[in-house]
């Protein structure tokens, strides 16, 4: 393929106040946030049965829980009676498969939902105690990462589902792989500006020195040496800022460059593997392969103008087996790299709380921005 990736024309963004109007804010939440799948966490956070945690999308509480057979499942986290929240904790662990309301104690099967007593004296005759069971929420284990859908009516389709996808994702045996390290920020900006910040490399040379160093075609402000028009007769140059990758010598996304001779073979063996491959799911999670590590970004808004962004490492056991692995070398430069975007989220959310001006502009090395707001407009069915 010859063409290269860029606008050849500059695009008006979408308006705005997209970026903190509330009742877009609203419809978002019901166009795009219920309807869509949500990523939630890998699986290994819920190694033991019994053990739950929870997670707010949009406004709406929910519960997955391993039951006593371990098996992952799903419920709204509001009880049937006068709707309490029944786990009130992020995670934690149930003393046996029953989910008991906090409030007036209704209890519930934790492998069904269904409603198993109430705490009244007395059950009305009109009252159907099969009728208040959980409402159950769809769930999904993609190579070990849980994704949860509030519509149930929408089915997991690999079709369609990611923006940025490779194959060799379904090779590594994700779900075998341990949870390391968690992050985990609120920024303040709305959500959309950290996924458009995600999906160009313009701010890359002053806001990441570091990064710009270890990716050299970043120093160009761009995120494909095919956003370049001539990148073919570039490429001939054998200099990583033209042909793409790691700066020579270097292995993964560490301060040192360095995996530490600890290498996953799928990828190693990879074809064309340049160091990273990004895998894409709008509007919630995306997840970066590399040489030893795989990082997954989780990214679900809190308010019109707060985003709560949450990262898991991932790492072969092995690897965190061997006392020489140094995790820190990997870890502190993506929690850099990602603390250096959240700044810059939150000074382009200052701005946005411009009456005079309408829209942003698009320029050429901001393609995927385009392609994430026509996504944006027709969710919300808004076509211009
Ligand atoms: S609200 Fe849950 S038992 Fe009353
Ligand atoms: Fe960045």
Redesign the pocket.
Known sequence: MSKFYSLTKSVNSIPLKWYYDLNHFEKEQLKIFNKEWIYVCHENNLKESLSYLTIKVSKVDILILKDKLNVLKAYLNT??????V?CSNQNGKLKNNILI??????SYNASDGKLLK??SFKIPKNFKISNYGLKKINIKIWNGLIFINLDKKIKWKIKNRFQDYNEIVNKLGIEKYEVAHRWKKIIKCNWKLFWENYSECLHCPNIHPDLTKLVPVYGRRMVDIKDDPNWKKLKKIDHPKFQGGLRKGAETWSFDGSAHGKKIKEVEQSKNFQGFIYITTWPTMFLVIFIDHIRVVRILPKTNSETEVSAEWLFPSDTLKDKNYKIKNVVDFSVKVMSEDSHACELNQQGVYNPAYKTGILMPEEYEIKRFHDWLRKKIKILK
């Open positions: 009880c049937r009676h006068r709707g309490s029944i309301c906090p409030y007036h104690q209704w109430t705490s």
